[in-house]
């Protein structure tokens, strides 16, 4: 799609914007809104306050949406009992002052209350909303970047009162937000799709790695490795894991190989140079990262605890799940030395020649390792299992032999899908860039959008 820019331009007195189209001006946002205001949370151990009949938002609702429905509802005595928490009208623009939802945006499709997160831009004079909205999404890095606290991260009203906002005629607001709409629905939705294509990918190579190491190698695949085609199978004993091959062995992974734990480096000798110290964050579900690990003195190294090339690594804390730490894993590569074990996270260690590392790299990745381990998890607000309850876990003993065919069939095939899934990533990532810059240059005036209305 080929844009033109508008006839001609002055300069808008704001550095970062440059000139914007000569018949536009440029103004405060609260030169803009009749009302900006927020809201307050009522007190929670009251029951007066609570399940009536007015919506009433958090941060957490605001997800660049409509919203047309609450998670929780006040009553009037509520908003009698605080003058802060007034009911703003549907067409209300919402945007999140603090913590870690701070910068979504939303835009009230029903009356509503708010809590005191939310900055509310209501009762529009010279704005079209839906223009700001994209004003503010364009924007939004830029006024992350200048808020304030630690922890917490914190934008006041009167920051946002500072806005300055190039403003065009309003029909020309509601063109190019008509145009925004459109252009925005179109990108997101063909976003959506190849999110999918890679959830579909991902099922895919998990399916492929469950399937292998508990049935074996397809046909082609064992002839080209030498091995029986087609192998019988039998019972395996085991009632979620049902028949394996009739040559192969079920038993608990503590047979062949042990979880070796970490050590408990005190936190005082870490340092931000030296030898990295690998903890949970550093996995990344099969590579180890420590760009940003915490580093030790080199005298204060173990040897019991360096790694060595080619070590599998396995998180034994933390959340649950697809993007949990419990669970999560690494190879370490040549180029990640040297590096030390912290605590919770564990090493394999081959004890027999029963198991081959290569083929316990998949053998981790699948459900039915990872749920066993889930029957076993210890804690609530942070899981954690043990080496031994690890080891406890039973998995298939294929013939070593057959396990390093199935480990290199897997490499081949596991590397191709994870291919198509980074070309599909890197082309979300191109709509998104170009989603980003189309809303740039729409707000700012770049591309002259007047018959793009629908």
Known sequence: MKFQAYPSYKASGIEWLGDVPKHWETKKVTYGFSRIGSGTTPKSDSEDFYDGDIPWVTTSELRENIITNTKVNVTRSAIAAYSSLRLYPSGTLLFAMYGATIGRLGILGIPATLNQACCAFSDPTLFDTRFVFYWLLMRRPILISLSTGGGQPNLSQDDLRQIRISIPPPSEQIAIASFLDQETSRTDQLIHKKKELIERLKEKRSTLISRTVTRGLPPAAARAAG??????????????????????????????????????????????????????????????DTSYASCIAPENCLDDFALTEGDLLWGMSGSIGETGSLGNFALVKKCDLPAQLNQRVGRFRIIDKSIKLCFLHYVIQTRLFYDQVLLCVTGTAQFNVSSEQVQSVKITFPPPCEQTAIAAYLDQETAKLDALISKVEEAIERLQEYRTALITAAVTGKIDLRKSAV
């Open 227 to 288: 091995l029986p085609e087609n192998s019988s199978l039998k019972d395996s004993g085991i009632e979620w894991l049902g028949e394996i091959p009739e040559h192969w062995d079920a038993k608990k992974l503590g047979y062949g190989a042990y979880l070796q734990g970490g050590y408990a480096y005190a936190s005082e000798k870490f340092d931000s140079e030296g030898v990295p110290v690998v903890r949970m964050n550093n996995l990344k579900r099969g590579v180890l």
